[in-house]
């Protein structure tokens, strides 16, 4: 009935053993390469959503304490006897929390590369940049917004301490206050609130983008592949 029996006998002798072993060698050899590029992925592969919360913790950070500072000089300029002088409480107060939200994004990138992931290029440091600034733009236009409504007097407050200051600044003519009167009254309305918004937003998205720009050179990984 079976015409090659003894080739059969060879094959499961011989030919079928060697199977099994290439076979038992094979398996580790692919678990590791399947280990060895898991980890490579793992180890240069950005973590979006760890990133993500960097990004809106520090930028939360940044807008309330940029919040915070812009109303209480505002209170100052308020309770303050007007000086005539152009470098008010609110001049100050403004230039220092540009300077202050500026580091937003470096103190981000930093974190992130320390907590992270070390592997940074320089377009993902501008797009965490450019995240931290509109989270910051959002919370201090919405944390304002709250206060203006725990304190209905404060606009009114602000615009009359504007212009008795104004009034005290030599050579500024009555055309001029009634433009900058004209203007804050805008500047506290929805229209004026969005507007306010996307300039602010434009400043602090490119001094952002610079800053983290920064410190991806200073603290980064470049990511080679």
Known sequence: M???????????????????????????????????????????????????????????????????????????????EPSGSFFG???IGGVVVCFLTAFAGFLAVRAIVKEVNPVMSFGQGSLV??????????????LSQVWYLIDPGYADGFIESTIANMEKMPGVPDEAIDSTVESLQ?????TGVLQTAAISAVVLIIVNVLTSLLAVKLFAQKDEF
């Open 89 to 91: 409480p609110t001049a």
């Open 129 to 142: 940049g450019v995240q931290i600034a509109l989270v910051i733009t959002v919370t201090s236009v919405a």
């Open 186 to 190: 805008k500047q506290f309305t929805l």
């Open 2 to 80: 079976d015409q090659y029996p003894r080739f059969k006998g060879i094959f499961r002798l011989r030919v079928w053993p060697l199977f099994a072993i290439l076979y038992s060698r094979s398996v580790p050899f692919a678990h590791i390469t399947h280990s060895t590029i898991s980890m490579t992925d793992q180890e240069f592969a950005p973590s979006t959503g760890s990133s993500f919360s960097v990004i809106l913790l520090y930028g939360l950070i940044f807008g309330i304490l940029s919040t915070v500072l812009q109303i209480a000089m505002g209170y100052v300029q308020i309770n303050s």
